[in-house]
């Protein structure tokens, strides 16, 4: 099923893993800089943004990108997932354990 | 289609539908009605950002992404709604929150909606997809029993682990105590949640504590104390809890 779109979800520790590949992440955005961005997701993600991306600091926010040779992710898609004390990390980080856990129901590789 | 045992009985989470976005594209022989294959398991919800929409005359298409694979997602436009019809659509990024039944056509996998939502609390996405691994545990490992707690926390064939063998041997007491008396419960929820020296507490404080005769206590502790989640300590009526 290599035609199959899927996005893992993983964090920082796992960038490593899934080099070249599509994923999704969810992290706290802690710094903008132009044209990158800092996310914290149990570990530092540098994010090279696109044009129609709009992050905002101490914000909660999921990113579907490519993660490139140096660990960068460049930004396909992002969502703004509102303010951080309002989303729950814990569920979402959570949630990337159990996806890889038991990926026999959310990916087929 | 992937065969999990439980197929049929199966119905509330993405996961009829991560079968069909994974392999809808055409793996799936002739044209059926997704009833066929599991009668009664078709109807499902699940949550998904929106990758696309498109409308048309008589639907409107979305295009739906969970991070296990894309999805179409067709809802019908009533006719008669009229008024419907000034409502915004969702747009593409926002997530759905969609309860529909898997349909078939021209063996392509798509979901018939029956209601759409829009997604304003983003931890519903964690919720539901948690949810839905738990669902699927529940079917293939069966209700979280002692030993499958045990499994999760230290590895296979926790069947005929020594409940007090390992630091999970936590959880399976806790399980062992939720089939007890009300009272068993009362008192092993005191012993553990109660900051207690080594020496644990006595018959007589439990019994002023929860409020209840000390016969009573003496019977809980019977039961607790057979089942070797408590033991005693300085004498026969003071009691702790049996953990690592």
Redesign the interface.
């Known amino acids: ?1 290599a ?7 993983i964090l920082a520790p796992h960038l490593d893993a899934f080099q070249n590949r599509t994923i ?1 992440l969810i992290g706290r955005v802690t710094q903008l800089r132009g044209e990158t961005a800092t996310i914290d997701a149990q570990g530092t993600v540098t994010a090279i943004l696109n044009r129609d991306a709009h992050l905002s600091v101490g914000h ?1 926010v ?1 990113i579907v990108g490519k993660v490139q040779g140096d660990l960068s992710v460049r930004v396909l ?1 992002s ?1 703004d ?2 303010a951080e004390r ?3 990390f814990a ?2 980080e ?2 990337v354990d ?2 890889h856990r ?1 990926k ?5 590789d | 289609m992937a065969n999990y045992g439980y197929q049929g009985a199966y119905s509330t989470t993405t ?1 009829g539908n ?1 079968n069909a ?3 809808g ?1 055409g ?1 799936m022989n002739g044209s059926q009605s997704g009833s066929q294959d599991s009668p009664g398991g078709t109807k499902i919800t699940f949550v998904g ?1 929106i990758n696309s929409v498109s409308s048309q005359a008589t639907n409107t298409t979305y295009k739906l ?1 969970d ?4 999805i179409e997602v067709k809802q019908w436009i009533d006719a008669d709604a009229i008024a419907d019809s000034t409502n915004q659509l969702p747009k593409e ?1 926002e ?1 759905l929150r969609v309860w529909g039944r898997i349909k078939a056509f021209n063996n392509k996998r798509h979901i018939a909606v029956h209601v759409l939502r829009p997604i304003t ?3 519903e ?3 539901h ?2 949810e ?2 738990a669902v ?2 529940y079917f293939t490992r069966g209700p979280p029993t002692g030993a499958e707690v045990k499994a999760e926390g230290g590895g296979d064939g926790g069947m005929f682990v020594d409940s007090n063998g390992g630091a999970a041997g936590g959880s399976s007491n806790a399980s062992k105590v939720t089939r007890m008396s009300p009272i068993a419960r009362k008192v092993y929820e005191l012993l553990k949640s109660s900051t207690q020296s080594n020496e644990g507490l006595h018959v007589n404080v439990i019994a002023q504590q929860l409020h209840v005769p000390a016969n009573d206590v003496y019977k809980a502790g019977d039961e607790l104390l057979g089942e070797g989640v408590i033991f005693t300590t300085v004498d026969d009526e003071t009691w702790a809890v049996l953990e690592y």
Not at chain 2, 67 to 70: D, F, V
């Open positions: 099923m035609d199959t779109p899927s996005t893992p979800r999704r909660a999921e898609q969502t997932f509102g309002e989303f729950d569920a979402a959570a949630l159990a996806t038991y026999e129901i959310f990916y087929s | 996961y991560q976005a994974a392999e594209g793996f950002q992404d991070g296990t694979g894309l990024g997530y609390n983003f931890n996405i964690s919720c997809l948690l839905a691994t699927h545990l």
